[in-house]
């Protein structure tokens, strides 16, 4: 059974940084898309960072425009975790923040409708 739990979230001013991290079980990280992403109240669910695995060290990596350069994904395959260092926070980075992961022969992008499995989400707050 595939179980993914979100945690690092929490309340920082604009300029700060946070790491949220993503504990995975029931599979492993080989053949799987993993992606971030987000949920503002009253808004559509929008892909944040996703990642692929091509095997040994080689990994696709994806962000959405808004993030780029402020935000890094990475996963510890020993650890079965998925990460998300946030840096340069902005007050419109406040939302809720989902892990999600599909199996997958290649990178399938940062579409919400594609992933099957999804964590409970972790809040970030950033004031300004």
């Known amino acids: 059974q595939v179980q993914l739990v979100e945690s690092g979230g929490g309340s920082v001013q604009a300029g700060g940084s946070l790491r949220l991290s993503c504990a995975a079980s029931g599979f492993t990280y080989s053949r799987y898309c993993m992606a971030w992403f987000r949920q503002g109240p009253g808004q559509e669910r929008e892909g944040v960072a996703g990642i692929y695995s091509q095997g040994g060290s080689t990994y696709i990596v994806d962000y959405a425009d808004s993030v780029k350069g402020r935000f890094t994904i990475s996963q510890d395959n020993a650890k079965n975790t998925l990460y998300l260092q946030m840096n340069s926070l902005k007050p419109e980075d406040s939302a809720m923040y989902y892990c999600?992961?599909?199996?997958?022969?290649?990178?399938?992008?940062?579409?919400?409708?594609?992933?099957?499995?999804w964590g409970q989400g972790t809040q970030v707050t950033v004031s300004s």
């Open positions: 999600a992961a599909a199996p997958s022969m290649g990178w399938i992008g940062l579409s919400p409708h594609a992933y099957n499995y």
